[in-house]
């Protein structure tokens, strides 16, 4: 059993940074991907980014090069995303998901942490 919680989120101005974290607990994560997802309001959920637990692979979204960044600490057993340059369009509630390998589809993840809100006004 693996157990995930996201931190992090909260209300900023357009232009403004966050960075959310999710802390992995109940096993090991060798070999594992670790992704980050958001859904807005009335949307689906997309993928954001992933990082592999212990190779630092890391796959982003289009819309997310140049602006997020994922990284880990190992020692801390701790996943991260930088988020620069915020935009309206980034509202959504932002969930942390671990897989067994590196994917981009929601439905290859075996666990979800509850999510935690992003609300950027413009």
């Known amino acids: 059993q693996v157990q995930l919680v996201e931190s992090g989120g909260g209300s900023v101005q357009a232009g403004a940074s966050l960075r959310l974290s999710c802390v992995a607990s109940?096993?090991?994560?060798?070999?594992?991907?670790m992704g980050w997802f958001r859904q807005g309001a009335g949307k689906e959920r997309e993928f954001v980014a992933v990082i592999s637990w212990s190779g630092g692979r890391i796959y982003y979204a289009d819309f997310a090069k140049g602006r997020f960044t994922i990284s880990r600490d190992d020692a801390k057993n701790t996943v991260f995303l930088q988020m620069n340059s915020l935009k309206p369009e980034d509202t959504a509630v932002y969930y942390c998901a671990a897989a067994d390998g590196l994917y981009v589809a929601s439905v290859k993840y075996d666990y979800w942490g509850q999510g935690t809100q992003v609300t950027v006004s413009s």
């Open positions: 109940g096993r090991t994560f060798s070999g594992y991907g």
